[in-house]
Nanobody, 121 residues
Framework: QVQLVESGGDLVQTGGSLRLSCAAS????????MGWYRQGPGKQRELVATITSGGNRNYVDSVKGRFTIFRDYGKNTVYLQMNRLSPEDTAVYYCNADVLSFSATHSRDYWGQGTQVTVSS
């Protein structure tokens, strides 16, 4: 199977920065898209950013210009650089990957366990 392990969540002040990391491991033949989602208190989980195997990026409007998603393809790792953080960014951030395993005939989604980001005002 495939495991996603996130790290980098922390408590930070408004205007600060954090970098989240998510490393995929296991029976990986190919990783298609990777991305970050978040779920704030009392809110539904929302897409934050995605990046395809070809490097195409997509962001939710609220983070454009502040967050950057990038991948290290050799390490099967995706990062989320978050700048100019605000309290509205407080959430549990989840890593997602669309992975084709060696034993599978089609790809499927995998999720990390989540990492907490808290932005104080």
């Amino acid at each position: 199977q495939v495991q996603l392990v996130e790290s980098g969540g922390d408590l930070v002040q408004t205007g600060g920065s954090l970098r989240l990391s998510c490393a995929a491991s296991g029976s990986i033949f190919k990783i298609n898209s990777m991305g970050w989602y978040r779920q704030g208190p009392g809110k539904q989980r929302e897409l934050v950013a995605t990046i395809t195997s070809g490097g195409n990026r997509n962001y939710v409007d609220s983070v454009k210009g502040r967050f950057t998603i990038f991948r290290d393809y050799g390490k099967n790792t995706v990062y989320l650089q978050m700048n100019r953080l605000s309290p509205e960014d407080t959430a549990v951030y989840y890593c997602n990957a669309d992975v084709l395993s060696f034993s599978a005939t089609h790809s499927r989604d995998y999720w990390g366990q989540g990492t907490q980001v808290t932005v104080s005002s």
